[in-house]
């Protein structure tokens, strides 16, 4: 009986053996072809290695049937399975192998439905590489390139709804990534970059699960530079008030605009009654969905998944991102607008600070150009010669009387001061050479008492420079002084 059991066990534990020698992902797409030409026997037989995780002998064999027979109707199938092979054989540089060799089966058949398949493979290789929205992003912004590829190169592959759905899955996490960036700007104030982050985030990533907290943030922002602006910049003869209410109006309708947005848009979102606050605080029109918009919303609401305890908990422990809160409704988007870039913002604001002080100022019509004003005399202006060195009036810049131009200035040389010794022509003789091998040996006392006076001038020279820099004031930075937090 003991013996029969442990048989039992033997066939149990060769059977679990040969059942994880098998790779369940590798299938045989001309399994169904019956031939018995030895090109489909080459790829039969490359097939079943990799079956078994043979992956070098699949490739060898696959590489053979490819030299063999140029002209066989399975080197197209047999070129895409040696990149099949890298791919299942994993690791990073299993995995940049088979990209490379699916690059190059798009290259040599860009017409074969199979290319379409290549691409997508492509593109989930650096699907599967992702890291979490903390992390390198590297991958994810690969997989929306590539996904992207597939949907733009090939659009009547029957590939396009599982394309669309890992791009979908691939821009919640780049959109997530953007949205702890701009909240890490908001919550230190610094509104300038918040918004550049935030407004790009909104334009980009319509569908990204956080949108309506994203357009609360960035309404927040505008409010806040308009409260800025309002307490902050004095008003004086050269920036009266119309200039600053202007300003001030300019930030609260991109407020307005951004809570208007998500009441119209995303009417479903737990957002919106906060945006109706808002808009009521400052006064403004509250706008109302439309029933297109509130079906859209919520059909899209209603597609997304959710994360319990075990989900997060399990979470932390892995390397990819949690992507249960993609929408699984619409249509990603496939061209990036124009990114907003706080550099370009500053500027912007700056250049509209101007316009409105040269309009106050009554340059240009207020249309933000400068005029020249012509002196008060009413003489015309003209351009004078440059001043010169020679003119008898250096440093004052101005002249009342135009130059001479047939004025010959004199140049007088000067002498350099000699204070050695000079010969009998007045030119200066050179040092005398001192050779100290010829030298009688100086006395040590005088040469002690030397050393000591020498030392103690030092120590004295140290002491008072010493107390010339410490009696020096600091040096005043240089630089613009911050007068809005923008």
């Not at 908990?313 to 249960?324: S, Y």
């Not at 006395?443 to 107390?467: L, V």
Request: some cysteine; proline content about 8%; charged content about 25%.
């Amino acid at each position: 009986m003991m013996k029969r059991f442990i048989s039992v066990l033997g066939i149990m534990a060769v059977l679990f053996a040969l059942a994880a020698c098998s790779n369940k992902k590798v299938n045989n797409p001309i399994a169904q072809v019956d031939s018995k030409q030895p090109d489909k026997m080459l790829f039969d037989r490359a097939m079943d290695a990799m079956k078994h995780n043979k992956f070098d002998v699949a490739r060898l064999t696959l590489q053979t049937l490819i030299n063999t027979y140029p002209d066989s109707e399975f080197v197209a199938r047999a070129k895409l399975a040696i990149g099949d092979s890298w791919y299942a054989e994993g690791g990073s540089a299993a995995m940049t192998q088979a990209e490379n060799e699916y690059k190059d089966f798009i290259t040599f058949f860009p017409n074969m439905p199979e290319a379409a398949e290549a691409q997508l493979k492509i593109a989930n290789i650096h699907y599967r590489e992702m890291e979490k929205p903390d992390r390198d992003f590297t991958h994810a912004m690969r997989a929306e390139e590539e996904y992207r590829n597939l949907i733009n190169q090939f659009p009547d592959s029957k590939l396009i709804p599982e394309a669309k759905q890992r791009l979908l899955d691939v821009q919640e996490v780049l959109a997530e990534r953007e949205f702890r960036i701009g909240r890490f700007y908001y919550m230190r104030e610094s509104y300038n970059a918040a918004v550049a982050r935030l407004k790009s985030l909104a334009d980009t990533y319509p569908l990204y699960s956080k949108a309506d907290e994203t357009l609360y943030m960035l309404g927040n922002c505008y409010a806040r530079q308009a409260e800025n602006i309002r307490n902050s910049m004095p008003v004086s003869k050269q920036f009266p008030e119309s200039a600053k209410g202007n300003l001030v109006k300019e930030r609260e309708d991109k407020a307005a605009a951004a809570y208007a947005k998500i009441i119209t848009r995303y009417p479903m979102t737990d957002r919106v009654g906060d945006a109706k606050k808002a808009l009521e605080a400052m006064h403004r029109p509250i706008p109302t969905p439309t029933p297109e918009a509130i079906a859209q919303n919520k059909a899209e609401e209603e597609s997304r998944g959710s994360t319990g305890m075990y989900g997060r908990l399990k979470g932390n422990l892995r390397k990819g991102p949690d992507m249960a809160q993609a929408v699984h409704k619409g249509e990603p988007v496939l061209v990036d607008p124009q990114q907003t870039s706080a550099p370009e913002e500053l500027k912007q604001f700056n250049e509209r600070v101007f316009q409105e002080v040269a309009a106050a100022q009554g340059h240009g019509g207020g249309s933000g150009s400068l005029a020249i004003e012509a002196p008060k005399d009413g003489a015309p202006l003209t351009n004078g010669p440059a001043p010169r060195s020679d003119s008898g009036t250096q440093g004052s810049g101005e002249t009342n009387a135009p130059p001479d131009p047939n004025a010959i200035p004199v140049l007088t040389p000067v002498a350099p001061e000699t204070t050695g010794p000079q010969d009998n022509a007045g030119q200066a003789l050179p040092p005398t050479q001192i050779n100290e091998a010829n030298q009688p040996p100086a006395d040590p006392n005088a040469a002690s008492s030397s050393s000591s006076s020498s030392t103690a001038n030092q120590a004295g020279q140290s002491t008072q420079s010493n107390n010339d820099y410490s009696t020096n004031k600091p040096k005043k930075k240089k630089g613009l002084r911050k007068i809005i937090p923008f």
